[in-house]
């Protein structure tokens, strides 16, 4: 006979398996800023660049999928990123409605720099656990992430 916890032992094993994955999150998190230190950008500003700078011209709308912020919050990094020269928004050949963000020269320039540096904290952040380790954690994850709104 299998024994199946009671709901308040599985409601304590949700609680505390939260807290780690906080705990976790902040961590990769702060080990990631470190890996900014002297750019002067903050995480969500290196995420719009490092997205422009892989994928290309965006929408506002596409790179607020991309980097899993508000719209909002968006205009303003984007208008920062601008006032420190490292992307423009121009209107969209296609459709001249739609604004779409570009890197800059600079902005390129940056990322040919800063890229490898943050890929390599994250190598050496994740490096704790093995491969198998982190398919496994990256499937939990993506696991996690896919769930609908209650």
Do not use: W
Not at 20 to 38: E, I, P, V, W, Y
Request: aromatic share 4%.
């Amino acid at each position: 006979m299998v024994h199946l916890p009671s709901p308040r032992s599985q409601q304590r094993l949700a609680l505390l398996t939260y807290v780690k994955l906080m705990r976790a999150a902040n961590a990769a998190r702060n080990f990631a800023s470190r890996s900014l230190t002297g750019s002067r950008l903050t995480l969500t500003q290196f995420a719009v660049l490092e997205a422009l700078y892989h994928l290309g011209p965006m929408s506002l709308t596409d790179i607020a999928q991309k980097v899993l912020t508000t719209g909002g919050n968006l205009t303003m990094v984007v208008g920062n990123l601008e006032k420190h020269g490292l992307a423009k928004r121009q209107r969209s050949p296609e459709d001249r409605r739609v604004l779409i963000v570009v890197l800059t020269g600079k902005g390129k320039t940056l990322m040919r720099e800063l890229f490898p540096r943050h890929a390599a904290a994250i190598t050496q952040f994740l490096g704790v656990l093995g491969p198998e380790e982190q398919l496994q954690l990256g499937e939990l994850c993506r696991k996690l992430g896919k769930q609908e709104q209650p």
